[in-house]
């Protein structure tokens, strides 16, 4: 104490302002830095949940594109087995038959193709139905807003107009 004196040091100065440095600082820590740690964990757990729920959508993009492409293979196998089951038909009729039963078999490969084509046009509108309500309603989620009925329409018309070309 009597070296403090010397050099011209209070003691009782100097405690009273460790004392008071030491309440601000518990103040501070109290009110300023644990509200400040707790703002930065909460965001920092939202941005963790965000990317989590990316990539959830992410992967749910990827089953719904190989569940149309499953759904694709499907449908040229069956449009194959179909064709098959036509070409035979009309073999054995031709073989029967005279030139009559020849025009009638070639009349019902048209028909079973239109036919096809048809259901393909039906089931691609199906899918795309699908697969565009499916890609709103993710994007809604990812963006936390909702689309307008123009705007579906507008994006569902894209991707009608784009699907052809993706799929080759």
Known sequence: MELLTKLGINWQLLIAQIVNFLIVMGVLGYFLYRPILNLLDSR????RK???????IEHQAQEMAKL????????????????????????????QLHATA????????????????EERRIMMEDVMKTVNTVI???????L????????????????????????R
């Open 136 to 142: 709103v309603r993710m994007t809604e989620k990812l």
């Open 68 to 95: 149309r492409e499953e759904e694709m293979k499907r449908l040229d196998r069956e449009s194959g087995e179909h064709f098959d089951r036509i070409r035979k038909e009309a073999a054995e009729l031709n073989a």
């Open 102 to 117: 020849k025009k009638e078999a070639d009349a019902m490969i048209q028909n079973a193709l239109k036919r096809i084509d």
């Open 144 to 167: 936390e807003r909702e689309f307008t009925p123009a705007d579906q329409k507008r994006i569902q018309e894209q991707l009608v107009a784009e699907l052809p070309n993706m799929v």
């Open 44 to 47: 920092t757990e939202r941005i």
């Open 50 to 56: 965000a990317v989590e729920e990316a990539k959830r």
